[in-house]
Every structure is written in C-alpha cells, then in structure tokens.
C-alpha cells in the first residue's frame, strides 16, 4: 500500500507527555499531521521532534475545530485517505494497519473504531440512539478512517462542533457504507484535555439534539414530497 496517499491525523491540547510516542508508533505505517491546539506544554515540539507535520492554532479551537483545521492540511497536501487518532494514547497506532488495508485495498470508504466500554452516561444515550438508527456501534470513538471524498461531499470535517461524528454521519444518511474494527489502546488515568465530564456530557446530548433535528426534518420533508 502507498503511504503517502494516506494521513493520520491527530488532534493535541497538552499532550506532551505521549504525543511523542504516539507519532513515533504511528509513523511506521502513515504521514502524521498532529495539530496543537494551542498547547501551553510543548506538545508541539514533542509531536515534531517524532517526526510528525505539526500545525499550531494560535487560539483554542477544541476537538472539532482542531481537526478540521487537520483535514484542510491533508487536503492541501493531497492525501485521499485520513484516519484520525487520540493523542494520549488510547488508540493503538498498530491497528493502522487494519484501517489501510480496508480504505486502500478494500475500498471501504467509512471506517468506524469500537472501544470496549463507553466512559460517560452521554455517550450510552447518544449510542443507543445512532446504533439503532445507523446500525454503529461507537460513533463517538476517536478513531475513523475516511475517504477524502467524504470530507469533499460534506465541505469539510465539522460545522456543528459534533464531538467528531458529523462527517461520519452525513456520510451514512447518504448510504456511505461502512466498515467496524474493534479499537484498543491504553486507558488514560487522567482527565480527558478537550472536555471535563459534565462539559463533555452536555456537548453529547448537544451533538445528538442535532442528529435527531436532522432526523425530523427529513422526515417531515418526505411527508411533504410524498
């Protein structure tokens, strides 16, 4: 497989502490784009002494801003497939692999990590929701796989600041099909750097009132057609 048609990206807030490693592990198999959202740490410098392309925001854009500013480097540099990755850790870089092997060889546009367990009440909610309605098992796992023809069709990555599930979604309403891979990684000890619990439960429930508007006003536009 040609890795240079290939990224991963990842997102970093205060992550010196393994970003390194992370890309390190995650150069053997893909180009790494990590961009630091605004780090007081030296995340940045961690994550480009390993060997990765790194791109600073100068003000903090969160999770979703962050990587959106991840896949226009990617577009910029011509790769036609990106994974996205955790930068702490909790992904593990080996199952790259499996990813390439379903985009590049298998031409599965979508591809959808699974943890072994949800952290908050938030995402059991939101899950049971898009597994039933989607048949995903874990929308909300930081680790995807794209076609950049996905990202193109939607006009990027996110514009409703979706906890990363937006372009994954609008790709399934348009009948994208899919492919699931069981994710492991090592569990952070600490709090997650993006969102605190509460914070992070409430921009769940926000990212799922969104899915479900869509939903009715869908429906409400196939009555009204029909």
Known sequence: MDRSRIAILIPAFREAATIGAVVKAAREYADVIVVDDASP???GAEAANAGAIVIRNETNLGYD????RAFEEAFSRGFAFAITMDAD???NPALVNAFKALLMEEAVPLVLGVRPRKQRFAE???GLYVRLRFGVKDILCGMKGYDMKLALANGGFDHTNSIGTELAINSLRRGTPF???PVSGTQRQD???FDRRLRANM???AALGEILRADVRALFASSATG
């Not at 801003?65 to 959106?68: D, P, R, S």
């Open 203 to 205: 921009r769940i429930l």
């Open 65 to 68: 801003g962050t990587l959106n």
């Open 89 to 91: 850790g909790e992904h």
């Open 179 to 181: 492919r699931q891979i």
């Open 41 to 43: 740490d030296e995340t």
């Open 124 to 126: 059991v909610v939101m």
């Open 191 to 193: 709090a997650p750097r």
